[in-house]
């Protein structure tokens, strides 16, 4: 199913039926502020399991981040940060970054990496934030089944076609973008650059 959702002013008996898919455990294709994203809500094991046999990647191994609505979501899945992070992630969130940090007991077992750590986005992208926001707790996120994102993925009319028949729904919020988001690692309390994508390093710091 492919649904549209306006950025401004998203549909609400479109939400509804995104929000539902979610609790029901399905698996959803959305935007972000950088390129399309697969995920599912965090707690539901058997959603995180079927992404797993999608991506054929073993839930152990995978890396997978969580879509948050806004900081007020860390102290419930990452052990307490301190005060200067705090502020780096003050000043990139919402943006195009990705930052690891250690995960709390109420981060899924499943989720977590072997170091225990886990990823936290907040994307300045209206639709998946309220879509979080509606289901009440993070979403799952990673990245489509491909090897690379050209310009073709940026369609979501044509991500609809290439994996709809996978997923549940394809939410449509316009052209998506190629390049992933920037990943800094937090968890030694001192940031440190895992990889360079949308967001500036520098700018953050």
Known sequence: MLLELHPQNPNPRHLKTIIECLKDGGVII????????????IFQHKAVERICRIKQIDPKKAQFSFICYDLSHLSDYTKS??????????????????????????????????????GIRVPDNNICRTIVKELGNPVMSTSLPIDEYVEEYTDPEIIHDKFGKLVDIVVDGG???????????????????????????????
């Open 30 to 41: 959305y935007p972000t502020d950088t390129v399309y994203g697969m995920g599912c809500d």
């Open 81 to 118: 940060v301190d005060t200067p992070i705090f502020r780096v992630l003050k000043k990139a969130l919402p943006g195009p970054y990705t930052f690891i940090l250690n995960a709390s007991r109420e981060v899924p077992k499943m989720l977590k990496t072997k170091r225990d750590t886990v």
């Open 175 to 205: 052209p998506g973008g190629m390049h992933f988001s920037t990943v800094i690692d937090c968890t030694s309390g001192e940031p440190e650059l895992i990889r360079e994508g949308v967001g500036s390093y520098d700018a953050v710091l």
